[in-house]
């Protein structure tokens, strides 16, 4: 039996600045999809005092607006006019070509020619804390942020910036979360200092944090602490305050930090990019592996290599909650799951016509999500994996 | 620089030319014909340049059937009467081979209505040969979508389902991210075929004001000569890229875009240390053009500015040098440029930077010789007094040096032509100075060498003939003679001794070192030149002193130039 500890896991919402770069650049692959479903394409962010600069390389014929698409998803993530108006943000933008050999010839190619490009390994997880099959913490961290973005969109908390983190700390008892131990909150009331009242925490911990908590149907601890702004209120104006970079949020993108990711961001490449769609796989992977029963705990590691299709390895740890051993399980995922990367891009909604919109995924955990469920999060294969 | 087509408004503008470190150019106009042309044709597979292809000519013949313009086919310009866009599509359909005459005549027009506010589209109604009616029909893409029920499958029409819609619609949009003027043409069987909605799509035609022909080479042309290029378009960044990229504008790297949104709003600082690192400015208004020159003059660089419209003139006239386009510019662009391009080629300007360069050069020469050769008769005259010899030159002898041997090849040192290598080298810094401490200490050697030849004149002048006018004079023509020669030490600068350097040639220096070297051989055999110089017919062995001496200093002054290059 573990003994007690506590995981702490953090979220942030769609208007961070690191949030709001990873759905810059994933607006752009989805807009040179849109316009060459086999573009390849690979766009990097930086945003730093209200200036977004912008590193696209691709191989494709489109023409694309990026300042727009940039400023369109500045715009989406709930920042406009008076705290940030999206059309005065400057757009520096570095265009670079990739060979035009890194094209595919069509979708519908055979597997077997397109090999992985790059020397990978990538990890998934998945636990039976929650439904969706996700570690808890992160989970809940990132209601309380979806909540607080709402919030702030709505209007529901006068002065609420849409730009806001939201930790969780949970106690896990007996290896299974057992309380709330903490929950903090930071937010800034672009009102400005003048308005600024303490209604404005109060107001976020009544209408946001509380009702987000109660999804988690988990007892807050006896001495639970839930802070808003607890070092004071952070100044407003999102990206004019601090910077934003692609690729920096990658334990919000993934498991908070209750499993091992791959150090490589997952925004800003296209469906053909392994280091993406390998960290997708691994987690489909896993997912799978918990919903057919063979786990309760699960972590999928994938290795690829530079010049083969096929996965190189294909390795399990169950955390002793296995049905099987780790092994057998491995086994059964090599031979029973597809994990070629042109089956990756089709299989899981990457590429073709019903491509999952990376944009729309940046926030909030690009594994765990659904509606619509993407095809890394279907669970209809898990009758593959057993017996 | 008049015959170039170049009208220099201000002088020191010629200067400043030589040391401009970015040039900006504003697209439309100035890099661009300002015209439209066809450029692109898309009949359902995807962007095309119009070629002689069967599905190009019958698009672009119904694109011309439905034409504004009143079409005379025999005329060298059959739409001379017609807007831009009409011509281009005639010129357009002519190149491919559409046959504008029997076009008319075959099927004559019967009716032509023309746009309105909600009908942007113009229908022709034409009879053909068999007596039918047959439309032709021009217009906004979306709105001429509308109208459409089918979709011409090479002659034959296919039904137009909402797949088909879409990827019309997108193709439409893929061509405006171009920066494209886009129209559509569909056809219809029977005059009613647009109420009823039953047209047949034909394709779209694409327009653009197409690049000037050789922009890229003139680009390239200025990146050589040490010139970064900008551009700055009105267009979205997708299409400003582009563009850069045809003109290979950043010279093979990345091209860096900036899209400022509002260029106003940015703080100072930031615009300059976004503005020395890029390449095009996207989506700016014409009143935004002074916040860049200004932003890469705070960024430290020496800014030229292309322009031709009244928008454009604060930013020509804040630019070092402002350059107006002579032909289509506005009254008040040319008024204030430094520079107007009468010919509106901006390849003039290259012209115009190395003319500036050669100036800033021949200054530099002209000084570099005087400054050398005046030290030379202050070395002589202060070295003999200093030794307690007796002058070794006249009062009259002098000034002679003075104002005959050193103005004359100064003179023509001045109108040297402008070096080959003047276009691939890095502008001068603007903060360099005509005399730095190093010149003039090269300049202070130079002197010496020169005086040391003269004084070796004089000793040996004093050792055959005494402190005797035959004596000064050798020693004057030992002295004139280096003094000339140095005229060519001079030309070839201080980088490389005077035979390594190929150099254009300058028939002036020539003549004017020929003529004073005659005019100080034959003076001494003219009563009135001895009379006035105080010099004396020389014999063949002191001439061939002097000018053994007068070589000596310039190979002495060359030599140095070695050891320098090689330390």
């Keep these: 039996m573990r003994p007690s500890f506590v995981h702490t896991a953090e979220s942030v919402t769609a208007a961070h600045p690191d949030k709001l770069c990873d759905r810059i650049s994933d607006a752009v692959v989805d807009a040179y999809l849109d316009a060459d479903p086999l573009a390849r394409v690979s766009a990097e962010c930086v945003l730093a005092n209200g200036i977004i600069f912008l590193a696209a390389r691709f191989a494709s014929e489109a023409v694309l607006d990026l300042g727009e698409i940039a400023r369109r998803a500045t715009l989406d993530v709930g920042y406009g006019a008076p705290e940030l108006d999206p059309r005065q943000l400057s757009v520096m933008t570095t265009f670079g070509t990739l060979a035009a050999s890194s094209r595919l010839a069509r979708l519908d190619v055979d597997a077997d020619t397109v090999p992985a490009g790059q020397l990978v390994t990538a990890f998934g997880f998945a636990c039976d804390e929650t439904r969706a099959l996700m570690p808890l913490p992160i989970w809940l961290a990132h209601r309380v942020a979806r909540a607080l973005h709402a919030a702030a969109r709505d209007r529901r908390v006068p002065g609420l910036s849409p730009d806001a983190v939201a930790q969780v700390a949970i106690r896990y008892a007996g290896g299974a979360p057992a309380e709330i131990d903490a929950v903090a909150v930071e937010a800034a009331d672009w009102r400005g200092d003048g308005a600024r009242t303490r209604g404005f925490e109060d107001a976020i911990l009544a209408e946001v944090v509380r009702p987000a908590l109660a999804a988690a149907e988990l007892p807050l601890a006896r001495e639970a602490a839930l802070l808003v702004n607890p070092t004071g209120p952070p100044e407003p104006g999102g990206p004019f305050r601090h910077t934003g970079l692609t690729g920096r949020k990658l334990a919000v993108d993934t498991y908070g930090g209750s499993a091992r990711h791959a150090g490589s961001a997952l925004s800003g490449k296209d469906p053909w990019r392994i280091d993406r769609s390998a960290s997708y796989a691994a987690r489909w992977a896993a997912k799978l592996v918990v919903a057919a029963g063979l786990a309760r705990r699960c972590e999928v590691q994938l290795s690829y290599r530079t010049d083969r299709a096929r996965p190189t390895s294909v390795e399990v740890q169950t955390f002793a909650t296995g049905e099987r051993d780790d092994a057998d399980i491995a086994g059964r995922l090599a031979e029973r799951l597809d994990l070629r990367p042109a089956a990756l891009a089709r299989d899981l909604g990457l590429a073709g016509p019903a491509r999952v919109r990376f944009a729309e995924r940046a926030a909030y955990g690009q594994v765990g999500g659904g509606a619509p469920v993407p095809g890394w999060e279907s669970t209809s294969a898990a009758s593959r994996l057993s017996d | ?567």
């Design chain 2, 1 to 567: 620089m008049r015959r170039q087509g170049i009208l220099v408004r201000r002088l020191d503008a010629v200067e400043t030319l030589g040391e401009i470190e970015t040039i900006c150019f504003d697209k439309t106009g100035t890099l661009t014909e300002n015209r439209m042309a066809l450029t692109h044709v898309d009949v359902g597979d995807g962007l095309a340049e119009p070629c002689g292809d069967a599905r190009h000519r019958r698009l672009l013949a119904t694109a011309v059937r439905a034409s504004e313009a009143h079409l005379r086919p025999d005329a060298a310009d059959p739409a001379a009467d017609a807007s831009g866009t009409e011509r281009a599509l005639v010129e357009g359909a002519r190149a491919v081979g559409v046959d504008l005459e029997q076009l008319l005549t075959t099927e004559p027009r019967v009716d032509f209505t023309g746009r309105s506010e909600t009908t942007p589209w113009v229908v022709s109604r034409q009879r053909g040969t068999d007596g039918a009616e047959t439309l032709a029909v021009k217009g906004g893409p979306k709105a001429v979508l509308g109208l459409c029920d089918r979709v011409d499958d090479d002659g034959a029409a296919r039904p137009l389902d909402d797949a088909r819609r879409d990827a019309l619609a997108r193709a439409n949009e893929a061509m405006g991210r171009r920066g494209l003027r886009v129209l559509a043409v569909a056809r219809g069987d029977g005059p009613a075929a647009v109420d009823e909605r039953r047209l047949i799509w034909l394709g779209l035609v694409g327009l653009a004001d197409p690049l000037r022909p050789g922009m890229e080479a003139t680009m390239a042309a200025f990146r050589r000569a040490g010139a970064a290029t900008i551009m700055i378009t009105g267009d979205q960044s997708g299409t400003a890229y582009a563009v850069a990229e045809q003109l290979d504008l950043a010279g093979g790297r990345p091209v860096r875009v900036l899209d400022a949104g509002d260029i106003a709003k940015l703080d100072r600082e930031t615009l300059a240390a976004l503005a020395a690192r890029t390449d095009v400015f996207a989506r700016v208004s014409p009143s935004e053009k002074l916040a860049i020159v200004q932003a890469l003059q705070d960024a430290g660089r020496v800014v030229a500015m292309t322009g031709d419209g009244i928008n454009d003139s604060p930013a020509l006239k804040a630019a070092d040098v402002g350059v107006a386009m002579g032909k289509d510019g506005t009254h008040a662009a040319r008024a204030v440029a430094d520079v107007v391009l009468e010919s509106d080629d901006v390849a003039a300007l290259e012209d115009a930077i190395a003319e500036g360069r050669a100036i800033y050069d021949n200054i530099q020469r002209a000084v570099d010789f005087l400054v050398a050769t005046n030290l030379s008769e202050i070395g002589v005259s202060v070295a003999s007094s200093l030794a307690g010899l007796p002058p070794p030159l006249t009062p009259v002898q002098l000034l002679w040096l003075n104002l005959v041997s050193d103005v004359a090849p100064a003179l023509g040192l001045a109108v040297e032509p402008p070096a080959a290598d003047v276009l691939a080298r890095p502008p001068r810094a603007r903060d360099s100075v005509l005399l730095s401490r190093a010149r003039l200490a090269r300049r202070g050697r130079e002197g010496l060498v020169m005086t040391a030849a003269a004084l070796a004149g004089q000793l040996v002048a004093t050792r055959r003939h005494g402190a005797t006018p035959r004596a000064r004079t050798l020693t004057l023509s030992t002295l004139v003679l280096a003094q000339l020669l140095h005229a060519y030490s001079a030309r070839g600068g201080d980088d490389a001794p005077l035979w390594s350097a190929r150099r254009r040639p300058n028939p002036a220096l020539h003549a004017t070192v020929l003529g004073t070297l005659a005019l100080q051989a034959v003076l001494p055999f003219l009563p009135v030149g001895r009379r006035f110089l105080g010099v004396v017919r020389p014999s063949a062995g002191d001439a061939l002193v002097a000018a053994a001496l007068g070589g000596a200093s310039l190979l002495a002054n060359e030599l140095a130039k070695i050891r320098r290059e090689t330390t």
